[in-house]
Nanobody
Framework: VQLQASGGGLVQAGGSLRLSCAAS????????MGWYRQAAGKQRELVAS???????NIVDSVKGRFTISRDNAKNTVYLQMNMLKPEDTAVYYC???????????????WGQGTQVTVSS
């Protein structure tokens, strides 16, 4: 499974960015898609996730500002980030858990990471 993430960049506080992550490869079905972030000197943390049934989980620190969505036909997950704050600065990684044609167990794959920098 290959993941291609895009959409990061530099934005002023209060601004918006939209991240995208497209999954491709030997995918039979997607179980869950999510976004994580890792700020400098900190551990990677879950930001938001969405499972196949549509259930969404969003971390409290971004609730009301970030929205996760997916396009099933395109195997793509999006993270709409509004009202960005300097503390949102991090490298954002997408993660996809899927059933594939090459393994009997679910595969968990990571995108390459995209930098989001929010200036004050």
């Amino acid at each position: 499974v290959q993941l291609q993430a895009s959409g990061g960049g530099l934005v002023q506080a209060g601004g918006s960015l939209r991240l995208s992550c497209a999954a491709s490869g030997s995918i039979i079905s997607i179980i869950a898609m999510g976004w994580y972030r890792q700020a400098a000197g900190k551990q990677r943390e879950l930001v938001a996730s969405i499972i196949s049934g549509g259930t969404v989980n969003i971390v409290d620190s971004v609730k009301g500002r970030f929205t996760i969505s997916r396009d099933n036909a395109k195997n793509t997950v999006y993270l709409q980030m509004n009202m960005l704050k300097p503390e949102d600065t991090a490298v954002y990684y997408c993660n996809v858990v899927s059933r594939t044609r090459t393994s009997s167990t679910p595969s968990s794959d990571w995108g390459q990471g995209t930098q989001v920098t929010v200036s004050s």
